[in-house]
């Protein structure tokens, strides 16, 4: 089958001088009427979190981890601290911060970002110091998503199959509500990692976690057996031409292999693995677009597929004082359907697009 080779472009090909007009003057009610709507459908999850402890989100203002920030403000009453790096000029996490801080503070509840690099020892250490004058334990949400979306030198470059999708001129994110979104299915290249690449994703996704729970155990505010120390993964399958080829699995490992010794410090580690979700992050990778729809659909099909206020709504479950620190497989239907979603990623074709996902469409939220 012959497949039209395209360029996958950062936002969906989204201007960005137009991004920046959009953003300066629709960013702030967007964010707001969205968090609206969201906090509508809030439900408590019917965990405790101590009132003198606090939650630090690496992340927080898009995709999983400003779900996770949503439910544990209006759904858990707890108190959300968080460290984003976002651009008030091009990127919507701004205005999504704004929105959550002045909507916590409204509700009496206790929510504060920092708009910082959270692999700087600076940052660590002016958000550890303030966040120890008013909390006796924090526990950690690292969602960071900062990886190259290549592959290592030794796999070379290859080409995979993706889908060309609009996204959203304001929020940012693939945007499968209306067909026509769907602009083609073709080939996108994936490069070779640089040395800079990986060692800057290994920074960023594979030894924050422990970066910051060091911090914190030194500074007393790792409470031994009551402190979690959490991180989003995504568990690859092992042939996966780019997620398992490159610095983003290399930096999983780096997590993964980093929770023996947040054990030593005396936290709860816990590993969120999630599905695939409709988020800029994932919009970055070569093949997450299709990945996202195909498995989207798939699920849909069974009935079985859950949105981000869903998911987050699940996570809670780490914040239980039964929690054992094993991992939390949110991912557990999607997983199942890996096999017939590599069979249908094989199979499709150009005429199939966009019939392929046509139970998005109705259903389907741009954020």
């Not at 609009?166 to 693939?174: C, N």
């Amino acid at each position: 089958m012959g497949l039209e080779v395209f360029k996958k472009l950062p936002l969906g090909g989204l201007d960005r001088r137009a991004l920046a007009q959009s953003l300066a003057a629709h960013g702030e009610k967007t964010a707001t009427e969205l968090l609206a709507r969201q906090q509508s459908l809030v439900r408590p999850a019917g965990t405790r979190i101590a009132p003198d402890a606090a939650v630090l989100i690496l992340g927080g203002s898009n995709g999983i981890t400003r779900s996770l920030a949503v439910q544990l403000l209006f759904g858990e009453g707890a108190a959300v601290a968080g460290v984003h790096f976002d651009s008030e000029k091009l990127q919507i996490g701004y205005f999504h911060v704004q929105a959550l801080v002045e909507a916590a503070n409204g509700a009496g509840l206790s929510a504060r970002f920092w708009n910082e690099d959270a692999t700087k020892p600076s940052t660590v250490e002016a958000v550890v110091a303030e966040i120890g004058k008013s909390f006796r334990a924090v526990h950690i949400v690292n969602g960071i998503a900062a990886g190259a979306t290549k592959r290592y030198a030794e796999h070379g470059p290859t080409r995979v199959k993706d889908l060309d999708v609009a996204f959203h001129p304001i929020l940012q994110v693939p945007d499968y509500t209306r067909p026509e979104n769907i602009r083609r299915l073709g080939l996108v290249d994936v490069e070779v990692a640089t040395e800079a690449d990986i060692e800057r994703t290994n920074r960023f996704m594979g030894t924050s976690s422990l970066l910051w729970a060091e911090a914190l155990a030194k500074a007393g505010l790792l409470a031994a057996g009551e402190s979690i120390v959490a991180f989003c993964d995504y568990d690859y399958s092992p042939d996966d031409p780019v997620y398992a080829k490159g610095p983003l699995a290399g930096a999983k490992r780096l997590q993964r292999e980093s929770m023996a010794q947040i054990r030593r410090l005396g936290a709860r580690p816990a590993r969120l693995c999630y599905p695939p979700m409709a988020t800029t992050a994932l919009g970055a990778i070569p093949g997450g677009l299709l990945m996202y729809a195909l498995s989207a659909q798939i699920l849909r099909e069974s009935g079985e597929h859950k949105d981000l206020p869903e998911l987050a709504s699940e996570s809670m479950e780490i914040f239980r004082s039964s929690w054992d620190g094993s991992d939390l497989r949110l991912d557990a239907a999607y997983q199942s359907r890996v096999p017939e979603l590599f069979g249908r990623t094989e199979r499709l074709s150009p005429a199939d697009v966009p019939g392929a996902f046509h139970l998005l469409y109705a259903s389907d939220s741009p954020a």
